[in-house]
């Protein structure tokens, strides 16, 4: 007989269902692995193995195979040993098909039985659903994770003894007392649910910065915190220059306290991805901040962009519905800056490994902060470059990148009086009030499209909803020659435009937004765009 279970793994950020297929025949005693597997995979043999013999279970003197399907992609990690060991028990007849069947099984097997935990559960526990599946089994640190897809009936255990004891009778029971336990985590449907036991935060790696600056703790820098709203309110990239101390930092740090509250489909979308990249393995956490991803400048391309051997979300996957914030641009490698041509333009990112394309999601909020020079005071006295490192410094970000920019906006130095003053600057909740009525309006807007903010939008909406009156048009065209405007930052200035009516509650595109769109995309002198 040939027994068959369910299992699956993480490919990309989507669950893949697969197959375990075993069957135990005459012929000489071994024990055979096939189905496009890695080393992981293939290793899974001997803690299986052993496991069982560690349960008091003997594998039989004869040619046991087992095959992973479908043979057309490679399988990865260490997924599958739960679900071998129960094709062998089922193919050994030492456990009825009735427990098994519409089940699905993941996690790695210890060789004392112990079930360890895996990443990736809820991607994998939602392709199991799409694919009819509405049991599975997990271990008992991925009950939560597991247990959050309604749809699914979620039973965890601790070894592989109690697993196997569970299939054979219904019930565990104990080796050593013969006596019978209950399984008091079976059938845990609906336990968890969208509130504060599982979307504490706090403890989970969501950036650099796991708490929220206001911008009542910034002084000054008014006009940067007014680019910071244009662009929280219509997904508008940012990019900040001035010299070094001035609180460009701080004022990055800001933004994500401005911005609307998740909606539950963007924390489950943001949940699996941070699912598939392994960081809810040890405690499963609903994401219900928006993430905001501060990577280092020693990252690597697939550390920022995705990929590896095992193809995992990087840092720009994990920063989509949030913030990603890139201090000191230029410092970063120029595979690096380049590469971000691509994500900003399309929001998701394309990974090909073994002739199969991973699609990553990557709508984040972009913000980037650098400085005019290597010493960072250009064009002040007090700089000290020449201008051989001036142009070389400047040059590293390409002019295709900084079209990609919506908003240019220079923090100035502090002056003491301003610094030590004691005026009350406005709050973050007074500004996301005006953000988030400026989503409302967007979310109305493009009620019948795909397009959700302002800066997103296609040409044919901005054609649509961003028509410009006869002094507009004036302005536009006057703008367009003495700015050297390209296609693309012309349509730019007029998607910033109409998020600066919607804050205003504006239906029409009146010049005075106009102004501030084309005032906040001049490449100002010292902000690193002057050529």
């Known amino acids: 007989m040939v027994a068959e279970v369910f299992s699956g793994m993480i490919q990309g950020i989507e669950g893949q269902i697969v197959q375990i297929q075993a069957d135990i025949s005459n012929g000489l005693p071994n024990f055979y692995m096939t189905g496009y597997l890695s080393n992981e995979v293939k290793e899974s043999k001997e803690r299986v193995r052993t496991a069982l013999h560690n349960i008091g279970i003997a594998l039989p003197p004869k040619r046991i195979s087992v095959n992973f399907a479908p043979a057309d992609f490679r399988k990865c990690g260490t997924f599958f040993d739960l679900a071998v060991a129960v094709a062998i028990l089922l193919a050994m007849n030492l456990i009825p098909e009735t427990y098994v069947k519409n089940t699905l099984f993941i996690g790695e097997l210890s060789l004392n039985g112990q079930i360890r935990p895996i990443s990736g559960v809820l991607p994998i526990v939602v392709s199991a659903v799409k694919s009819g599946i509405d049991r599975c089994i997990v271990a008992k640190e991925n009950i939560e994770e597991a247990a959050f897809v309604d749809q699914m009936e979620v039973v965890s255990f601790q070894s592989l003894e109690e697993l196997y004891s569970y299939l054979r009778h219904g019930y565990i029971v104990d080796r050593h007392s013969g006596e019978i336990t209950q399984q008091k985590e079976a059938d845990i449907r609906g336990i968890?649910?969208?509130d504060e036991s599982i979307t504490d935060n706090a403890a989970l790696n969501l950036g650099e910065w796991n708490q929220i600056t206001d911008f009542s703790e910034v002084k000054g820098q008014s006009m940067a915190k007014r680019a910071m709203e244009i662009a929280a309110a219509g997904y508008h990239n940012l990019m900040l220059g001035g010299p070094p101390g001035v609180g460009k930092t701080m004022l990055a740090s800001c933004i994500s306290g401005i911005m609307p509250q998740m909606t539950k489909e963007e924390m489950i979308d943001t949940t699996m991805i941070y699912s598939a990249k392994g960081l809810l393995k040890e405690r499963f956490t609903l994401i219900n901040k928006r993430p905001f991803r501060a990577p280092s400048l020693v990252i690597t391309a697939a550390g920022m962009f995705g990929g590896g051997i095992v193809p995992k979300p990087g840092e720009i996957s994990l920063a989509h519905h949030g913030v990603l914030f890139l201090d000191e641009f230029p410092e970063y490698a120029r595979e690096i800056i380049e590469m971000f041509r691509i994500p900003l333009e399309n929001h998701s990112i394309s990974v090909i490994r073994q002739e199969r394309t991973l699609i990553f999601p990557a709508d984040f909020l972009f913000i980037i902060a650098a400085n005019a020079c290597p010493c960072g005071y250009?064009?002040?006295?007090?700089c000290r470059c020449t201008s051989r490192q001036i142009l070389r410094y400047?040059?590293?970000?390409?002019?295709?990148?900084?079209?990609?920019?919506?908003?240019?906006?220079?923090?100035?130095?502090?002056?003491?009086?301003?610094?030590?003053?004691?005026?009350?600057?406005?709050?973050?909740?007074?500004?996301?009030?005006r953000v988030s009525a400026a989503w409302v309006i967007q979310k109305e807007r493009f009620a019948e499209s795909s397009t959700i903010f302002n800066g997103r939008m296609?040409?044919?909406?901005?054609?649509?909803?961003?028509?410009?009156?006869?002094?507009?048009?004036?302005l536009m065209k006057k703008a367009y020659s003495a700015f050297s405007l390209t296609g693309r930052s012309y349509f730019k200035i007029l998607k910033t435009a109409r998020t600066i009516a919607d804050l205003e509650q504006s239906p029409d595109i009146r010049a005075r937004h106009l102004e501030e769109a084309l005032y906040f995309r001049q490449k100002e002198k010292g902000n690193l765009n002057e050529r």
């Open 192 to 194: 968890v649910r969208v």
């Open 458 to 474: 296609t040409k044919s909406e901005v054609e649509q909803y961003c028509q410009l009156d006869a002094e507009g048009q004036r």
């Open 378 to 382: 250009y064009p002040m006295d007090k």
């Open 394 to 433: 400047q040059n590293r970000i390409s002019g295709p990148i900084l079209d990609r920019m919506d908003l240019f906006v220079r923090c100035e130095e502090i002056g003491y009086d301003v610094l030590t003053a004691s005026s009350k600057e406005e709050s973050s909740s007074s500004i996301q009030k």
